[in-house]
């Protein structure tokens, strides 16, 4: 099969500061005079992705690790630019990606307030329309996300700077972090409602690990569109069916959760995603970071397929789930 004829694909789930090639980031580095801890790109490579055999203790170790190096490259606006142009390219070109949505925390890419959200954003929209007009073929927008480490007053900053630009390609509204004590998911749900008047969707990562609890009070009380990963959901029946009933679709990411020891085995993968199955919930197949991660959509797709987790007529069944559940119009 010719990439030309390679089946359509889609991404609902991948964050920017996983995304971009090493190489690139590399390039956009030097440009900018960021003082890296090696002179060797190889080194650069292997502290910014996952490779054979390497995993995080947990999602808290994953963020210091990785996301630092990354969110301090892309933060100006030439550099935002870029990644977000490469990424929408290179997911078509590895793999006819024809749908993305790609989510990044402008709040993360401003060096600690010194450069200027709108300036961030509206980068991030231009790397958007370039990559749209090199490859028409696609569809991509942008999901602006919040954080756990952040107080309500910034988070509050970010959903007003998303709903601003919710025209020009801000799709969606996402939260996302290690679980924090600070952290009040009730006290953000007023954000989510001002989220969903303005027409934006609405997802938020939980349920990935952490407590149910939070995942069973954002399905009830935010009910958002998507929920990041929210596998825990099958821990507890009546919260599948209540997740059905209202028609949220879970974004899952299986080697991100291999990777980050969420989840310990394929063993328990199968077992998650054939209770998914049981249950009519809908799940979309997704990478959270295809560089990070040392991956693709396809490569996750013959992941699950290869290991008789879901049979390729279950895989297309997601990406149509994708096709339906995505918040771009
Ligand atoms: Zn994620």
């Given at each position: 099969?010719?990439?030309?004829?390679?089946?359509?694909?889609?991404?609902l789930?991948?964050?920017?500061?996983?995304?971009?090639?090493?190489?690139?980031?590399?390039?956009?580095?030097?440009?900018?005079?960021?003082?890296?801890?090696?002179?060797?790109?190889?080194?650069?490579?292997?502290?910014?992705?996952?490779?054979?055999?390497?995993?995080?203790?947990?999602?808290?170790?994953?963020?210091?690790?990785?996301?630092?190096?990354?969110?301090?490259?892309?933060?100006?606006?030439?550099?935002?630019?870029?990644?977000?142009?490469?990424?929408?390219?290179?997911?078509?070109?590895?793999?006819?990606?024809?749908l993305q949505e790609l989510r990044?925390?402008?709040?993360?890419?401003?060096?600690?307030?010194?450069?200027?959200?709108?300036?961030?954003?509206?980068?991030?929209l231009?790397?958007l329309?370039?990559?749209?007009?090199?490859?028409?073929?696609?569809k991509a927008g942008i999901i602006v996300?919040?954080?756990?480490?952040?107080?309500?007053?910034?988070?509050?900053?970010?959903?007003?700077?998303a709903?601003?630009y919710r025209h020009q390609g801000i799709v969606g509204i996402d939260?996302?972090?290690?679980?924090?004590?600070?952290?009040?998911?009730?006290?953000?749900?007023?954000?989510?409602?001002?989220a969903?008047?303005a027409g934006l969707g609405i997802t938020?990562?939980?349920?990935?690990?952490?407590?149910?609890?939070?995942?069973?009070?954002?399905?009830?009380?935010?009910?958002?569109h998507r929920?990041?990963?929210?596998?825990?959901?099958?821990?507890?029946?009546?919260?599948?069916?209540?997740?059905?009933?209202?028609?949220?679709?879970?974004?899952?990411?299986?080697?991100?959760?291999?990777?980050?020891?969420?989840?310990?085995?394929?063993?328990?993968?199968?077992?998650?995603?054939?209770?998914?199955?049981?249950?009519?919930?809908?799940?979309?197949?997704?990478?959270?970071?295809?560089?990070?991660?040392?991956?693709?959509?396809?490569?996750?797709?013959?992941?699950?397929?290869?290991?008789?987790?879901?049979?390729?007529?279950?895989?297309?069944?997601?990406?149509?789930?994708?096709?339906?559940a995505t918040f771009i119009k």
């Open positions: 099969m010719t990439k030309k004829t390679e089946k359509a694909r889609a991404e789930h991948t964050h920017l500061g996983a995304a971009v090639h090493p190489s690139i980031l590399w390039s956009i580095a030097h440009r900018q005079g960021i003082k890296l801890p090696s002179k060797n790109y190889w080194d650069f490579e292997e502290m910014i992705t996952m490779g054979e055999g390497r995993k995080n203790k947990n999602l808290n170790d994953m963020h210091y690790h990785f996301y630092h190096w990354t969110e301090l490259i892309q933060s100006s606006p030439e550099a935002i630019e870029e990644s977000v142009k490469s990424v929408i390219g290179g997911g078509y070109r590895a793999c006819n990606l024809v990044f925390n402008p709040m993360f890419r401003n060096r600690g307030g010194e450069r200027d959200l709108d300036h961030i954003i509206m980068s991030a231009w790397g329309q370039h990559a749209l007009l090199e490859y028409p073929q696609v996300m919040m954080d756990r480490m952040f107080n309500y007053g910034m988070n509050e900053i970010i959903l007003k700077k709903i601003k939260v996302a972090g290690p679980e924090r004590k600070n952290f009040s998911m009730k006290k953000h749900a007023l954000l989510f409602e001002q969903r008047a938020a990562h939980t349920g990935e690990a952490g407590s149910l609890e939070e995942l069973r009070f954002v399905v009830r009380e935010i009910r958002p929920v990041g990963h929210g596998i825990k959901c099958v821990e507890d029946a009546k919260l599948m069916a209540e997740i059905v009933e209202q028609g949220i679709v879970l974004e899952t990411c299986p080697t991100s959760n291999l990777k980050n020891n969420v989840v310990k085995s394929l063993k328990e993968l199968k077992n998650i995603y054939r209770t998914l199955l049981r249950h009519k919930v809908k799940f979309t197949i997704n990478t959270d970071g295809p560089e990070m991660y040392r991956t693709n959509i396809r490569k996750e797709q013959e992941l699950l397929v290869k290991n008789g987790i879901l049979s390729p007529k279950q895989v297309d069944e997601c990406t149509r789930w994708a096709f339906e």
